[in-house]
């Protein structure tokens, strides 16, 4: 990779409370606490298991018939070990590549509900008449069973600009749902599968708080990841709910009203990057797709597979990033039915969890024009095999710790890889790989505390030979801004560029394959 781009950024993130930062609009997003005790090499004997779910899927191999490959997994040999050679050989090699993922990493989604609907229940014009929001209800799958609110802000007189597609944020005016407790240790960098139950009242991770809300099995009800934060359309934890509309995680928004006050449309319009940079902005609450909650219920299950999208497919086993990358590809259906916005211009986007979310759902829907994960963190764009601290991989966040913490996100077949990435039979680079030859960008931070810099330089290096294949080589990119976890200016500046590079046809100054000192190629 070359060395020609300079490195964009604004001043980083210092302190999750730090009330300036929230009101200049960025999205300061702290790191677990550390363990109480060391992280053990294979998973404690007194984990309480979780009930297997029956899926139509063919079982494949367990950790202990796989064999150990420090190679990453190469995305150009078929299961058969022939090499990619044919367009159609490597549509054979994605749905394999799908399919595996599906089983170890992800789950099982279901099939596209081909029944998505929407009824507008607001709208209004805001800059002058130049742009109109609107909050769209949609409905879908078993008898119009599930919803989802979506706010959508479009340009009056111009459907033919990129539409970024924020997972995070809670859009305004939409009714704000009862939520599950969070997990007895939730958010504490602990062993989620050594307890049920719900935490204490005032306990929490991530946000603090705790609201009264409908009860749910476990307890009291909570905004996960954030407190009373996502029906106030306030700040939030690590890609969690944020602030209303205005920005992937609730970055690029200013907080209106006071701390936990919602911005009205007119608000977020004057400060949203996207609408600003004369983009159409679309966001969600991920959280309205499945609860992000530890909880489990007394036989071990999950509790969040009790609401939103998940008892209406008993038979599926998909963890909560499928769940809201299913939600954003819903949201995807509808917008090609809205005249507003151009059908071949979406870019997903999101920060920390929901950027892990970003990812998948740019790997599994092709109708995604840009794929831009910010701050996607283990699970995200570092490979296992480069990243955590068990095994020592060079630390951060790897396939130990979010198995430790997020199982819940996760296929629950991932778990029994806890300490052993090289048996992992894929890496994240896979699903790199599956949005080619769509253009993706890695958004990242130069001190980002989960973010392994090498395992996002390992995963990029051993996606591209996709890219090279079909001849798209410059549409796989990096940024590194000035920060720790969360999202800045710098992450908006290089997202425009790329999009506006390879979906308008704007020259940049910029390019996208350069790591700051010490890192990827310029490590020593």
Same mark, same amino acid.
């Given at each position: 990779m070359g060395m020609k781009r300079r490195l964009v950024g604004v001043a980083g993130l /210092?302190?999750?409370?730090?009330?300036?930062?929230?009101?200049?609009?960025?999205?300061?997003?702290?790191?677990e606490p550390a363990a109480k005790a060391p992280i053990l090499p294979r998973p404690d004997p007194k984990e309480i298991p979780l009930p297997v779910i029956k899926t139509d899927m063919k079982p494949l191999p367990g950790v202990d018939q796989l064999p150990n490959r420090p190679e990453m997994p190469d995305v150009m040999t078929l299961n058969n070990g022939q090499k /990619?050679?044919?367009a159609k050989q490597w549509d054979q090699r994605r749905e394999e590549m799908k399919r595996t993922l599906d089983w170890y990493a992800l789950g099982e989604a279901p099939p596209p509900p081909g029944n998505v609907k929407g009824t507008e229940l607001h709208s209004e014009l805001v800059l002058d008449g130049k742009y109109k929001y609107r909050l769209v209800h949609l409905t879908f799958g078993p008898n119009s069973s599930l919803s989802l609110d979506v706010g959508i802000f479009a340009p009056v007189d111009n459907n033919h600009v990129p539409t970024v597609i924020s997972i995070g944020g809670s859009p305004y005016g939409a009714t704000p749902l009862p939520r599950l407790a969070q997990g007895a240790n939730q958010g504490r960098n602990e062993d989620a599968l050594l307890v049920t139950g719900s935490a204490a009242p005032g306990a929490g991770g991530f946000g603090g708080g705790r609201a009264p809300g409908a009860g749910a099995p476990g307890g009291a009800g909570n905004a996960a990841g954030g407190g009373a934060a996502r029906a106030a359309g306030g700040p939030a934890g690590p890609g969690g709910a944020g602030a209303a509309a205005?920005?992937?995680?609730?970055?690029?928004? *200013?907080?209106?009203?006071?701390?936990?006050?919602?911005?009205?449309?007119?608000?977020?319009?004057?400060t949203n990057q996207a609408i600003q940079h004369g983009y159409a902005y679309v966001v969600f609450n991920n959280t309205d797709c499945g609860e992000d909650t530890t909880l489990r219920l007394a036989d071990g299950s999950w509790a969040y597979r009790t609401t939103r999208f998940f008892p209406a497919y008993p038979n599926y086993d998909w963890g909560l990033l499928r769940a809201w990358a299913w939600g954003a590809s819903r949201v995807v259906d509808y917008l090609e039915t809205d005249a507003s916005v151009d059908h071949s211009k979406f870019i997903?986007?999101?920060?920390?969890?929901?950027?892990?979310?970003?990812? /998948?759902?740019?790997?599994?829907?092709? *109708?995604?024009? /840009?794929v831009a994960p910010v701050a996607s963190s283990g699970g995200g764009t570092p490979a296992y095999r480069y990243s955590g601290s068990v095994p020592d991989r060079g630390g951060k966040e790897g396939l130990t710790e979010m198995? *430790?913490?997020?199982?819940?996100?996760?296929?629950?077949?991932?778990?029994?890889?806890?300490?052993q990435p090289d048996k992992l039979p894929f890496d994240e680079h896979w699903l790199i790989a599956l949005c080619a030859p769509r253009p993706m960008i890695a958004l990242e931070g130069t001190r980002d505390q989960n973010v392994n810099q090498n395992g996002v330089y390992h995963s990029l290096v051993a996606a591209k030979p996709a890219y090279d294949f079909l001849h798209v080589d410059?549409?796989?990119?990096?940024?590194?801004?000035d920060r720790m976890h969360g999202e800045v200016q710098g992450d908006w500046d290089a997202m425009f560029a790329f999009a506006d590079e390879f979906l308008m046809g704007k020259p940049t100054t910029l390019t996208f394959d350069q790591y700051p000192p010490g890192m990827g190629p310029n490590a020593k």
């Open positions: /210092v302190s999750f409370a730090a009330l300036g930062l929230m009101l200049s609009g960025q999205a300061p997003q702290p790191a /990619v050679k044919t205005g920005g992937p995680g609730g970055a690029g928004a *200013r907080r209106c009203g006071g701390f936990g006050t919602p911005c009205t449309p007119e608000q977020t319009a004057e997903i986007t999101g920060v920390s969890r929901t950027g892990k979310a970003a990812l /998948v759902a740019g790997a599994y829907d092709d *109708r995604i024009a /840009v198995v *430790r913490k997020y199982p819940n996100w996760y296929s629950d077949h991932l778990h029994q890889f806890w300490g410059n549409k796989i990119g990096i940024s590194f801004a």
